[in-house]
């Protein structure tokens, strides 16, 4: 049996979407902060600047994706069937989807609610106490999980 794939491009561009999240948000994140020499206002400034390009960079990622996918024929985002079971394509347009959605939140909602709560801290003052930082970490596990699970099922297998 040989595991195969249409998708080159997609692949690729899933998995280093995916390491770039896991290195960035699960690893430099709180990394930074134990740094010696750095402050708060510090790490929050090297923070925002990270995330931000991040962000960029997902963006990236996930318009080449589209792009990859939408000239391969063979590939359909359809959306729900209306049957009693989810098709495999409709299973795999939700897990792409998803983390388009979480991405889109994160860019229009949370990151710049994040960054006006930094910029409070490098301003001297202390912001009133937030859940946001649990719902982007639960953002970027959930967008991660679905990324995998999207990524795995572009490869198709072949027996031989």
Same mark, same amino acid.
């Given at each position: ?13 899933? &998995?280093?979407?995916?390491? &770039? ?10 990394? /930074? ?17 990270? &995330? $931000?390009?991040? $962000? ?9 994706? %589209?792009? #990859?996918?939408?000239?391969? /024929?063979?590939? #359909? *985002? #359809? =959306?729900?069937?209306?049957?009693? =079971?989810? #098709? ?7 897990? %792409? ?13 949370? *990151? ?13 003052? =202390? ?6 930082? &649990? ?7 959930? /967008? ?9 099922? *572009?490869? $198709?297998?072949?027996?031989?």
């Amino acid at each position: 049996m040989m595991i195969v794939t249409k998708y080159p491009i997609a692949i690729i561009s899933v &998995f280093l979407w995916v390491g &770039f999240v896991c290195a960035i948000s699960f690893l430099e994140a709180w990394l /930074k902060f134990r740094a010696p020499g750095i402050t708060i206002p510090l790490g929050l400034g090297i923070g925002r600047l990270v &995330f $931000n390009a991040l $962000n960029k960079i997902e963006w990236v990622f996930a318009i080449v994706i %589209l792009v #990859s996918l939408i000239f391969d /024929k063979g590939f #359909s *985002l #359809s =959306t729900f069937s209306l049957g009693e =079971t989810l #098709s495999i394509r409709s299973t795999r347009a939700i897990l %792409l989807v998803i983390p388009l959605i979480l991405l889109t939140l994160q860019t229009f909602w949370l *990151l710049p609610v994040l960054d006006s709560r930094a910029e409070i801290y490098l301003m001297g003052e =202390t912001p009133p106490h937030s859940s946001l930082h &649990f719902y982007y970490v639960g953002m970027e596990l959930l /967008k991660v999980g679905c990324l995998i699970a999207f990524g795995i099922g *572009l490869f $198709n297998r072949v027996i031989i």
